[in-house]
């Protein structure tokens, strides 16, 4: 991995809200969908589309918070020495976010007659509101140091 310039947390918040609700919404979305479709996709259906992105962009809420929190945290005292660390800190921050939509989860399926789909589907969400926290932050932390490297004038 190329070595990335750390940043304060307030340069990176709002790209990184932008990011994960876009994200949320559209797996929202893309998830009702493709679970309607082929078979019984109809016209009438796109209110329940709209609101499933809709439910999808609350869901990442958590998840980002708690990577927000965690860069908050680490960035505290002083600032890290690198962006690498400081995203693997928003992927751990962002698991440990995931958990709050998780246990909602886990207790709404909780009469599930098959338990290891439950939790297999918890260990999954978790695991990709993780490695979407560490890309969107890297990818963001990239576009910023570019930014900071190109001349004033162009």
């Known amino acids: 991995m190329a070595s990335l310039p750390a940043q304060n947390l307030g340069r990176l918040f709002f790209p990184l809200l932008g990011i994960a609700v876009l994200t949320g919404a559209l ?3 893309l998830n009702l969908a493709l679970s309607l479709a ?11 589309v709209l609101m499933a992105a809709f439910v999808g962009a609350l869901v990442s809420l958590p998840p980002a918070m708690g990577a927000a ?3 908050a945290i680490q960035g505290r005292k002083r600032l890290p020495s690198s962006g690498n660390r400081q995203a693997l800190v928003a992927a751990l921050g962002a698991a440990v976010g995931a958990t709050v939509p998780a246990l909602a989860y886990i207790s709404i399926n909780s ?10 589907t918890v260990m999954i969400f978790i695991l ?6 560490l890309g969107a932050f890297r990818g963001v932390l990239s576009i ?3 930014r900071q490297k190109q001349p004033a004038g162009s």
Do not use: H, M, Q, R
């Open 69 to 71: 929190v965690a860069v």
């Open 111 to 120: 009469f599930e007659p098959n338990a290891a789909t439950t939790l297999l």
């Open 128 to 133: 990709v509101c993780s490695c979407i926290a």
């Open 27 to 29: 797996s929202g979305a």
């Open 144 to 146: 910023i140091s570019k």
């Open 38 to 48: 082929p078979d019984e996709w109809s016209a009438s259906d796109t209110p329940y």
